[in-house]
Every structure is written in structure tokens, then in C-alpha cells.
């Protein structure tokens, strides 16, 4: 299966509208990332009532609906060697979506898994028409084990 990058920038784009909503129904401020900040692997940021600020980067897999997986980018662009959003993510939350559940992850839990996840469940090429990338498929009860939470904001 060959993917196309506006298609998945259309699909990611209605997740994180999705997201806004569900945050703003709960009170949350919300402002969007800068350019480098998005550089960094933040896509948003809300606030937390009476807190702080928090960074999210969020990863909609609509793929993970019909596998039951979840595809962890390990190589962003095969022909460079780029390292994925599992190693280069600086978000507080990592929010991997597989509707209609959202796993909230800190990032930094990912990387120690990774070769145990590779060796498991092998890593594969995904093509696309913009550079191929490379990523674990990873069951999503082991996404679930790392979360420290799991909400559903898809009504």
C-alpha cells in the first residue's frame, strides 16, 4: 500500500481539530506551535487549568483501526536516514490516536522499547509518495502499557 502525503496531512489535520474541540469543552486554552517549535515535534499546546502549559505532539493512525497497531516512525525519510518521531519527539505528550481511543504517552518511554519492539514485530517500509519511512507496528496493548493515560475525544 502506497500512502499520499496530503492525504495524511488531511487526516492528521482533522485529528487535531478534533482535539482542540475536546480540550476547549474542558476548559483548556489552547495556541498552536511555531514553525520550529514544530521542528521539535509539537504540534499544539494547551494549558492546564491553574498550571502550566503543555506540549503535544499527535500521531493519527488510521491504519491501526483495521491491524489493531500502532505504526511507530523509527526513520522519517529512508533515503536520508532522518530519525522518526519515536526518537526526535520534544513534546510533553506524545498523543498516539487509533480511534476511538488516544493513548497519552510521554515520549521519552519510547526509545528504551524500541529494539525490543523491532525485534518482536519487525520494522517495515511504509511508501509514500514523498520518501519512504520506516516504523514498528506495535500491538496496541503494548501502546496501552506505556500510556499514562487513554481518553476518547471522537463523539
Not at 474541540?21 to 495556541?31: A, I, S
Not at 491491524?67 to 522519517?76: K, R, Y
Not at 519515536?86 to 497519552?104: F, G, K
Request: aromatic share 12%.
Amino acid at each position: 500500500m502506497s500512502y499520499q502525503y496530503q492525504e495524511q496531512l488531511r487526516i492528521g489535520q482533522r485529528a487535531e481539530v478534533q482535539f482542540i474541540h475536546w480540550l476547549d469543552r474542558r476548559g483548556y486554552k489552547v495556541r498552536p506551535a511555531t514553525v520550529s517549535e514544530q521542528f521539535q515535534g509539537i504540534d499544539l499546546w494547551f494549558e492546564v487549568p491553574g498550571r502550566s502549559w503543555q506540549s503535544v505532539e499527535l500521531k493519527e493512525d488510521d491504519a491501526g483501526i483495521r491491524t489493531g497497531n500502532a505504526f511507530i516512525e523509527t526513520v522519517c525519510t529512508v533515503a536520508t536516514g532522518r530519525r522518526g518521531w519515536a526518537y526526535t519527539c520534544e513534546a510533553d505528550w506524545l498523543i498516539v490516536s487509533v480511534r476511538p481511543q488516544q493513548y497519552w504517552i510521554r515520549p521519552g518511554l519510547l526509545a528504551p522499547e524500541l529494539d525490543r519492539w523491532v525485534a518482536a514485530y519487525g520494522e517495515r517500509t511504509v511508501i509514500n509518495d514523498t520518501g519512504n519511512t520506516k516504523g514498528v507496528p506495535v500491538p496496541l496493548d503494548e501502546i496501552a502499557s506505556l500510556a499514562a493515560k487513554v481518553t476518547s475525544w471522537v463523539e
